[in-house]
């Protein structure tokens, strides 16, 4: 017989169900008469042959099931059957269905989304040509472990002509400040990232409109191709922009595309990419400008391989490098470019993504274990259906099954529900944009995630029904039939006792990780900056160099400037910094003492140019000498404020005011720098380490004698520093219509924004540690219930006996606090040697902090107790005569 | 021998092919066709010939139809197929063969050894 008729057959009896059922009905009632006839024949009363017909025949039922058997129905027909009497359990206690499925959709939904972004950050490849062999160049500062810096252009002109491991290498730079497009007369501040020719090719993204970058454009002046969200958010989405003519700095450029719009490559927040061409500054001076360095390996090509082949091309470009320049001080590495991305994006988000699938993980199984309890629970209560069904012919194995389905049922509605969350979640985060996120992959939960958390529910369903299940194997058919209803031996107590005991150890772990990660965040928040950040507004402008090319006409508007908003009533004082406070990173110069020899490899000293208000607004206080004022001109004498840090350093000991220094070597042509006044530290974020500050040595220049093209505005408001945004462009452009204003800020965000990582994770551990603790309770809380519920008859005795409600509550209180000490301390030992797994994460505390771990146990504790006491005060109550009429 | 004897185990479906092989019969004929061609010697559990009847059928190797029985009423008509044709043959075959084998083994004396 082939297979196809068999599956005809097959199909035709599952159609035919009915048919076929009546139809052996017939054949086997025709055997019994035939039977019976004859046997009346040999002259056997009719009524007496149609018995003994029947009980030759044996048992009808059973032969019919085995025929149904035969034919390969039964299966399918009882696993329908399995389903609806399934559906039917469920919907008959709802409130048991609901709790259930509720448990499990914030389980796995919880779990599906940290999945998502787990998979778009982690695990999926960059969508980009060749996405999983895609590295990046950087440069590590010799004897500066772990120190990751652009390169020098002059290497990548050195790797693109000479290296073998690269099908194709791009340079892009992100090192430099805002700049202005203006563009029918707009000026509009731009995030702009000079590209070498074969960026685009390199990621093999093709333009939505025109055309990337081309050989032919190397010859033209600026050529620049858009960001799809710049062109749309800021350019109205013009239809003629390609081909159409804009101005970069005073500068005019041809736009020759726009990227598509989920193209993204870092940072983010491109708006614009620009051809770096033959006379551009990087190319002029290659040993002196950095950039960064992107390539696709060839297959094969280890990044270990490659990373000493650029060694050695690294080695030549030292030996054409001018003496002295410090290309000689670092050398290049290769590392994966989607891990970079990741650690651009946040330097512990690899680590803290891992953490909280680890956390959420946890709270999934913490659910199961839940869910798993509940259904032994009703088992036990079902003890007797079970019972009974056995005795009329069902198999163990068929038992075993129609729960199994009952539980699948359960996971695969928790699932649904929990899709739906995730999806939900996933939609708020990326709308909020709570945490910076890499870029490429976007976050959605996608075919790949849905895989996952198909498998999730699959294995849910038969973790929590497995023990149920189990259970139900075990019944004594003999004693629960005799039993009477009412009391029934409570055999799940034992299983259901484990259970709660790994909930609350589970618990523990996550709370522990979760109130060091809280305390983390809350100490760094709290440490003093040294500066006053409430009531401050913060706001970039930019000049266009073409119109500000000398020093006193940008000095001469940044006065102008300062001196409208001073006159402004909402403003109490205004000042202007060259620096991010609190954000700078890099930049380290030489730094020389008069009479001294020049201080080399000196830690970072950074320098920042400020407005005489600078000091005020901030509330940084001086300690010696004086403020910048107006004695202070481009042409009096070169001055410096320096911090306590540089003086510690340099000068300790000594007096530093009128003392001399130069930033670079002592026989560079840069001024020396009279120091006239010495301030408090600033703390700054580092640029390696998350959790840290630095307090770096800064030194001061006014304005008037040095200023760059960029600002920072700070302005102490009297009343809400947001209520005074809307006045600042108006102000600026009174001066000059052509400066754009942007990213206007209160200090308190903006430093709240170094902390978003680290708030991020430590809300998401903190609502994982909530859901667990409620998880473990609610365990706690139904398995000494139900223990009370089954023992009142036990209690009944004890008081008709003479016992005190006192000592039956003790009773309750002692099982159940035994449970919880017994978690408690299995999770205590657990989390102890897990939580080292943060410490990159903690800041002001130890992984093991004993204060931190008190703090969990007692929270632990008190709520365990709580879930304890509403069972025993049921307990104290029971009336021994209702428990034992 | 007077005595009844189990039937041994797979030989149940050997019987009914070969019963229904000498012409249809329905399910209670095929219990009384085997009981006489064995000379009452054989016992069948007639619970487990219909599920074998079915099985057969589900197999392919015998097929059926409703007809009328000696008394008139309708019954369920079962004849073998070619395909059971074939494997009454196979099956018979293998029977003897095997039959042959262990008389020969019984039958040996400790010289033959």
């Known amino acids: ?885 | 021998m007077d005595k009844q004897m189990d039937l041994l185990q797979g030989t149940l479906d050997m019987l009914i092919l070969k019963a229904v092989s000498l012409g249809p019969l329905h399910g209670y004929g095929i219990l009384l066709r085997i009981q006489q061609i064995s000379k009452d010697r054989l016992e069948i559990q007639q619970g487990s010939l219909y599920p074998a009847l079915y099985r057969l059928e589900h197999q392919g190797w015998i097929a059926s139809e409703w007809g009328e029985s000696e008394n008139k009423r309708k019954a369920k008509y079962y004849r073998l197929t070619a395909a059971g044709k074939r494997k009454l043959q196979t099956e018979a075959e293998k029977w003897n063969r095997m039959a042959d084998v262990i008389a020969g083994v019984l039958r040996s004396t400790p010289e033959e050894v």
């Not at chain 1, 073998?164 to 202005?180: S, V, Y």
Request: charged residues 20%; contains cysteine; positive net charge.
């Open chain 1, 1 to 885: 017989m082939t297979l196809w008729s068999r599956i005809r057959l097959w199909l035709r009896a599952l159609l035919k169900r009915s048919r076929m059922e009546s139809d052996m009905d017939a054949e086997l009632r025709f055997h019994i008469e035939a039977f019976a006839e004859d046997l009346a024949r040999k002259g056997v009363p009719r009524e007496e042959a149609m018995r003994r017909a029947r009980i030759e025949f044996g048992g009808l039922e059973r032969a019919k099931e085995e025929c149904r058997d035969a034919r390969g129905l039964n299966f399918l027909d009882s696993l329908v059957q399995d389903l609806r009497f399934g559906l039917r359990m469920l919907g008959k206690s709802p409130r048991f269905t609901a709790i259930v499925v509720f448990t499990l959709a914030l389980g796995t939904g919880a779990t599906t989304a940290v999945f998502s972004i787990v998979d778009a950050v982690l695990l999926r490849p960059l969508p980009y040509k060749g996405g999983e062999r895609l590295v990046a160049v950087w440069c590590t500062e010799l004897g500066q472990s772990g120190s990751k810096i652009f390169a020098p252009y002059r290497d990548f002109e050195e790797f693109k002509a000479e290296s073998h491991g690269f099908e194709e290498l791009a340079a892009a730079t992100w090192a430099r400040a805002g700049e202005i497009l203006s563009w029918r007369g707009s000026p509009h501040e731009v995030l702009s990232i000079p590209a070498s020719g074969e960026f685009f090719s390199l990621l093999g993204i093709p333009a939505a409109q025109g055309r990337t970058f081309g050989p032919e454009d190397a010859r033209n002046g600026c050529t620049v191709v858009l960001a799809d969200l710049f062109w749309r958010n800021e350019l109205g989405a013009a239809p003629d922009i390609v081909g159409g003519p804009l101005t970069l700095n005073g500068q005019p450029c041809t736009v020759v595309g726009v990227m598509p719009r989920e193209f993204q490559f870092y940072p983010k927040q491109t708006s614009l990419w620009t051809l770096i061409t033959r006379n551009s500054q990087l190319t002029d001076k290659p040993f002196d400008s950095a950039v960064g360095i992107f390539g696709r390996l060839k297959p094969g090509v280890t990044t270990a391989r490659a990373e000493k082949e650029l060694l050695e091309l690294h080695k030549r470009v030292v030996k054409d490098s001018p003496a002295g320049s410090w290309v000689e001080g670092i050398a290049p590495i290769v590392r994966d470019l989607r891990e970079e991305f990741t650690w651009l994006a946040g330097r512990n988000l690899h680590t803290a993504l891992l953490v909280l699938l680890t956390a959420v993980g946890l709270v999934l199984l913490i659910a199961c274990l839940n869910v798993a309890n509940l259904l032994l629970s009703r088992s036990v209560e079902r003890e007797r259906e079970l019972a009974v069904r056995a005795a009329l012919g069902s198999g163990r194995l068929r038992l075993l099954r129609q729960l199994l389905v009952e539980s699948i049922l359960l996971a695969s509605l928790g699932t649904m529900a929990g899709v739906v969350i995730a999806v939900g979640a996933v939609r708020y985060l990326s709308s909020t944009k709570l945490v910076e996120l890499p870029p490429g992959n976007p976050v959605t939960v996608n075919l790949h995630v849905l895989g996952f958390t198909i498998f999730l529910a699959t294995l849910t369903g038969l973790l929590f029904g497995l023990a149920p299940g189990w259970q139900a194997l075990q019944i004594d058919l003999n004693e629960v039939l005799k039993r009477s209803g009412r009391t029934s031996t409570w055999k799940g107590h034992r299983a259901s006792k484990f259970l709660v005991i790994s909930q609350v150890a589970l618990s523990m772990v996550l709370l522990a990780g979760a109130g060091l990660l809280i305390e983390s965040v809350y100490r760094m928040g709290a440490v003093p900056l040294g500066f006053q950040p409430s009531h401050v507004l913060t706001a970039q402008l930019a000049l266009a160099p073409s119109a500000y090319t000398d020093l006193s006409r940008r000095s001469s508007f940044y006065e102008r400037l300062v001196a409208r908003l001073d006159a402004l009533p909402g403003i109490e004082r205004a000042a202007l910094s060259s620096g991010l406070l609190g954000f700078e990173g890099g930049g380290s110069s030489r730094l020389s003492l008069a009479g001294r020899a020049a201080i080399e490899n000196l830690e970072a000293v950074r320098t920042q140019q400020i407005s005489s208000g600078y000091y005020r607004v901030l509330s940084i206080p001086l300690l010696q000498g004086r403020q910048f004022d107006s004695r202070d001109r481009e042409d009096s004498q070169p001055v410096a404020i320096v911090n306590q840090q540089l003086v510690h350093r340099y000068f300790p000991k000594e007096n530093p005011i009128g003392r001399q220094i130069k930033l670079g070597k002592p026989e560079d042509k840069a001024p020396w720098l009279t120091i006239v006044g010495v301030v408090g530290n600033e703390k700054r974020a580092t640029v390696y380490k998350e959790m840290d500050y630095e307090e770096p040595a800064i030194v001061y220049l006014p304005l008037q004698q040095s200023s760059p093209l960029s600002m920072l505005l700070v302005m102490r408001a009297t009343g809400n520093p947001l209520g005074l945004s809307p006045l600042l462009q108006g102000e600026v452009s009174q001066i000059d219509r052509n400066v754009p204003v942007y990213g206007i800020e209160t200090m308190i965000q903006r430093d709240s924004e170094l902390l978003a990582h680290p708030r991020f994770r430590a809300i998401m551990m903190g609502v994982f540690a909530a859901l667990t603790l409620l998880l473990a309770e609610i365990g706690v809380y139904s398995v000494l219930a139900q223990s009370v519920a089954h023992r009142t008859q036990e209690i009944g005795v004890r008081l008709a006996l003479g016992a005190q409600s006192a000592d039956v509550s003790r009773l309750v209180l002692r099982q159940g606090m035994g449970m919880v000490a017994i978690g408690l301390i299995a999770g205590l030992l657990a989390a102890l040697g897990l939580t080292r797994f943060l410490s990159a994460m903690l800041y002001g505390v130890r992984a093991t902090d004993p204060l931190s771990f008190s703090a969990v146990v007692l929270v632990l504790m008190s709520v365990a107790f709580l879930a304890c006491y509403i069972p025993a005060r049921r307990a104290m109550r029971v009336d021994p005569i209702v428990a034992l009429r």
